[in-house]
């Protein structure tokens, strides 16, 4: 069983990696931590797979230091080897798709969108320990009682998006790409993710885990 939840970490890792560099394509916006990288990455010349795990490591230090619950094998999963895998998928889709036209912008998007939810609900249900960015949110909820999680996640997401805007910015970006980076991908995302997740929950990632466990 315990084999079984680290694949189930690992593939989702991996899965979920892959959409950002296929949302990164598709240029219409990304999850809210992703614009916020997106912006430190226009920022700071730097790897960008490098960049995710530098940050990372500091989110993970107020993790130790605050709760360490949240902390498994899937958060270092996430932490070593997303930002990697991101970056590679980018660079080579971009050898690939090169001027892409709105419809394959759409087309990518609408991919990125049903694969991360699908890489999301295997990392979720394997319950391995979550991101460093997922932690924080539950740490003020769960340990310091600052309210309800659908709040302070919504707080935390749209903090993020300002940052990685106000970022994107000061690293010379123009106002007219914002919406490459902030656009109807983070919305999506940001609001609409859970009931897909929940889909392949309930006909994949729990069936997987349950198979053959009596």
């Not at 605050?66 to 080897?81: K, P």
């Not at 924080?136 to 996640?153: D, E, S």
Request: aromatic content about 12%; hydrophobic content about 55%; overall charge positive.
């Amino acid at each position: 069983m315990k084999t079984r939840r680290i694949f189930m970490s690992l593939f989702g890792v991996i899965i979920c990696a892959i959409s950002v560099g296929i949302f990164k394509i598709a240029a219409l916006g990304v999850d809210p931590f992703q614009s916020l990288m997106s912006g430190l990455d226009k920022l700071i010349p730097i790897p960008f797979g490098t960049l995710y795990v530098i940050v990372n490591i500091l989110l993970l230090s107020f993790s130790l230091i605050a709760d360490r619950h949240y902390i498994g094998i899937a958060t270092f999963i996430n932490l070593f080897l997303l930002g990697y895998i991101t970056q590679w998928t980018y660079e080579f889709l971009q050898t690939i798709i090169v001027n892409p036209s709105m419809m394959i912008r759409l087309l990518c998007l609408l991919i990125a969108i049903v694969i991360i939810c699908f890489g999301s609900a295997l990392y979720m249900t394997a319950d391995l320990g979550v991101s460093t960015y997922d932690a924080v949110a539950l740490i003020l909820v769960n340990k310091w009682h600052i309210g309800q999680f659908q709040y302070i996640r919504i707080v935390t997401d749209v903090i993020c998006v300002l940052i990685g805007a106000g970022l994107f910015l000061l690293g010379g970006g123009k106002v007219s790409e914002i919406p490459t980076i902030i656009g109807i991908g983070t919305i999506i995302t940001a609001f609409f993710m859970g009931p897909l997740i929940e889909v392949f929950n309930q006909k994949v990632a729990i069936p997987l885990l349950t198979k053959n466990v009596k």
